[in-house]
């Protein structure tokens, strides 16, 4: 079974600085598809940046990049010039390439310090 | 992507009763999905909710205690019957447009308290 750990429980940062949150995953499949997602005290889930397995490429989507390292089973998001509004729960989550259910991390609650 | 109308937004229930949260998506979505985040937990699959035929169950969730509709491509709900305080959980609904595409969208979840 596919298992998401999230090592870091809560995380901050200053303001204007960089941060990196960790995420490590389980899988015997070769492709499939990596997320952080991003919940607010609104508890809207909010899809920060994908990566699908296949793409060498790290993603990035603004000041939200990856390191993906497909031979450790990592997948970690750098957020760069942190800002107030990026302080929530940030959850990694897998999900098969032909398969429509995430697997979700426990989470990372990131503060911003102003 | 789709905009979901998850409701209510929170509630307090007595242990014994159930409760019924609708979703409501804003467009047709193929698939609509219903996740429990219990406190300082991850998101868990309960079912996938099929439109016109029983829901899916995941391991360790059955129709008696979460029942489970879709009437149409838009709209479904979740109950969950028989309430105790070890249900006291957000539940979220999750829609996709197409299965296998990859526009997911969740709700801002259902946080119920159980006491």
């Known amino acids: 079974a596919q298992t998401v750990t999230q090592s870091q429980p809560e995380m901050s940062v200053q303001e204007a600085e960089t941060v990196t949150l960790s995420c490590t995953y389980d899988?015997?499949?070769?492709?499939?598809?990596l997320f952080w997602y991003k919940q607010p005290p609104s508890r809207q889930m909010i899809l920060v940046i994908r990566?699908?397995?296949?793409?060498?490429q790290n993603a990035t989507e603004n000041r939200f990049s990856v390191n993906f390292q497909k031979a450790a089973k990592s997948f970690s998001l750098k957020i760069s010039d942190s800002q107030l509004g990026d302080a929530a729960m940030y959850f990694c989550?897998?999900?098969?390439?032909?398969?429509?259910?995430?697997?979700f991390g426990t989470g990372t609650s990131l503060t911003v310090i102003p | 992507s789709a905009v979901i109308s998850q409701k209510p937004s929170r509630d307090i229930c007595q242990r014994g009763t159930s409760l019924t949260i609708q979703c409501q998506v804003d467009?047709?979505?193929?698939?609509m999905f219903w996740y429990r985040q219990q406190p300082g937990q991850s998101l868990t699959l309960i079912a996938t909710a099929n439109q016109g035929s029983e829901a899916t169950y995941e391991s360790g969730f059955v129709i008696d205690k979460f029942p489970i509709s879709r009437p149409n491509l838009t709209f479904s709900t979740l109950t969950v019957s028989n309430m105790s305080p070890e249900d006291s959980s957000i539940y979220l609904c999750s829609v996709v447009m197409f299965a296998g595409g990859d526009g997911y969208t969740f709700g801002s979840g259902t946080r119920l308290t159980v006491v």
């Open positions: 467009s047709q979505v193929t698939m």
């Open positions: 990566q699908e397995a296949y793409k060498q």
């Open positions: 899988t015997s499949e070769s492709d499939y598809y």
């Open positions: 989550a897998y999900r098969r390439l032909t398969g429509n259910q995430f697997y």
